[in-house]
């Protein structure tokens, strides 16, 4: 059996204004020329100073709120090539933000799993002055 090879990515929907709102979407994929995935796999997404989750959801996922991190867990069977539902973390911008702010993201899988080395992402999201 072929062990599957997960990655991770991160985007976000900004510019964001200081005193607004914002989302992160966070994706899983399965490479195509790596096996299946049917092992638990966590998101762990890190949020800066100055954004506070409001809620995280994603179709599959079970996801918790502590602090300025967001964890996911998903049990989902995914096929090589397939992505995993995004995750959508919607976010508050505080009012004295400014410049760009930077989320990090990291994925684990319970067992073995091809390359670790894409196993975390990054988001810059500008904060623009209200």
């Given at each position: 059996?072929?062990?599957?090879?997960?990655?991770?990515t991160?985007?976000?929907d900004?510019?964001?204004?200081?005193?607004?709102?914002?989302?992160?979407?966070?994706?899983?994929?399965?490479?195509?020329?790596?096996?299946?995935?049917?092992?638990?796999?966590?998101?762990?997404?890190?949020?800066?100073?100055?954004?506070?989750?409001?809620?995280?959801a994603?179709?599959?996922?079970?996801?918790?709120?502590?602090?300025?991190?967001?964890?996911?867990?998903?049990?989902?069977?995914?096929?090589?090539?397939?992505?995993?539902?995004?995750?959508?973390?919607?976010v508050?911008?505080?009012?004295?933000?400014?410049?760009?702010?930077?989320?990090?993201t990291?994925?684990?899988v319970?067992?073995?799993?091809?390359?670790t080395?894409?196993n975390?992402?990054?988001?810059?999201?500008?904060?623009?002055?209200?």
């Amino acid at each position: 059996m072929t062990v599957a090879d997960l990655t991770v990515t991160a985007s976000n929907d900004g510019p964001w204004a200081a005193g607004g709102i914002g989302s992160y979407t966070l994706v899983v994929s399965a490479s195509p020329t790596h096996g299946s995935s049917e092992k638990l796999v966590n998101l762990t997404h890190r949020l800066p100073s100055g954004v506070t989750a409001e809620s995280a959801a994603g179709e599959g996922w079970s996801c918790s709120i502590s602090g300025h991190t967001v964890n996911c867990l998903s049990t989902r069977a995914v096929a090589p090539g397939e992505m995993f539902p995004p995750v959508v973390v919607k976010v508050s911008v505080s009012r004295h933000l400014s410049g760009t702010v930077t989320a990090r993201t990291g994925l684990s899988v319970a067992g073995a799993e091809a390359d670790t080395t894409n196993n975390t992402a990054t988001s810059d999201a500008e904060v623009l002055p209200n």
